[in-house]
């Protein structure tokens, strides 16, 4: 399922035209004032569209710690739009972390079982930066390499291969080492579908992470693809293990669907924070 990212040159005007008619509605979150309150609401901050079907018992405090406002959206955006100064690339691909570049700047990585959404969630990241695609293959296990992308000297994104059905067979070697011994990995994004709720692959990935003791964040992908019933319960599973099980895990899963872009303006704002990129005008726990 994951893909490989790569730079599209430009080759004159008409094809950066037809680049920029491929920019999703709403990309940018200054198009999103233009929706009802409602839904501008469920797209910033997509647990508000589950929370009035919690029972009042339930403490919702966990799901809202990362809650930034919009003037720290917008900034955290900025990053996420290619210019002069600040190039958006594609940057390398590596099947050995002897071969991984020597990147001094922040980074983090995203892992998940294959077909979980990983290449949809990377192409909606980057839903503002038109020149470079972003593959998506229908095709689980279709990515076997490790793929660097720069945005500029804030930090790096990895793209890992997924685990579970048609991972590589060097992908316990590939990804423990890289987790194990990249200086600079500030986060590791671990990705679950919200359609199905963990998996067996996905405890196995968990454990993983709480054994290398550096902080990671479960990130709920194809939040739009079932119910609100479906996924209240796959999420309120999923928090009942972050809870009771972890200690390196970030108290707050992020809910996202690639498809509409909930919840990518927050995860964007988490990223340009963790990776020291922006400083927040709000109180957050990070």
């Known amino acids: 399922m994951l893909c490989k990212l790569c730079l599209r040159p430009q080759h004159g005007s008409l094809l950066h035209a037809v680049a920029k008619q491929s920019i999703h509605k709403l990309a940018s979150l200054q198009n999103t004032s233009s929706l009802p309150p409602k839904k501008m609401q469920s797209l910033l ?58 990147l001094k ?44 992308f720069r945005l500029g000297k ?9 685990y579970g059905h048609r991972a590589p067979r060097d992908f316990v070697e590939m990804v423990e080492s890289y ?13 679950v579908d919200g359609s199905v709720g963990l998996q067996k692959a996905d405890l196995i990935a968990l454990e993983m992470c709480e054994e290398l003791r550096s902080p990671y964040v479960m990130v709920m992908t194809k939040i739009d693809k079932c119910r609100h019933g479906v996924l209240l319960t796959n999420l309120l ?22 498809t509409s872009l909930g919840g990518i303006y927050l995860l964007r704002c988490f990223i340009a924070h ?10 957050s726990q990070s």
């Open 237 to 258: 599973k999923l928090q009942d293990v972050v809870r009771t099980q972890t200690s390196s895990c970030f108290p707050q899963p992020f809910l996202i669907s690639s």
């Open 45 to 102: 901050y997509p647990f508000s569209e589950l929370e009035s079907y919690l029972d009042r018992s339930v403490d919702r405090t966990q799901f809202q710690l990362f809650h930034p406002g919009l003037e720290d959206m917008l900034q955290a955006e900025k990053l996420f739009c290619s210019s002069p100064s600040h190039k958006i690339d594609y940057y390398t691909s590596v099947e050995r972390m002897d071969h991984a570049p020597d």
């Open 154 to 162: 804030a930090f790096t994104i990895v793209d890992m291969p997924g």
């Open 105 to 148: 700047q922040p980074e983090v990585c995203f892992i998940g079982r294959s077909n979980v959404g990983k290449s949809s969630l990377i192409k909606a990241l980057f839903s503002l930066t038109p020149e470079v695609e972003v593959r998506v293959s229908k095709t689980p296990g279709h990515t076997k390499k490790m793929n660097f």
């Open 179 to 191: 987790l194990y011994t990249r200086k600079n990995l500030v986060r590791t994004f671990l990705l």
């Open 274 to 283: 963790v990776t020291g990129s922006i400083r927040l005008r709000d109180t």
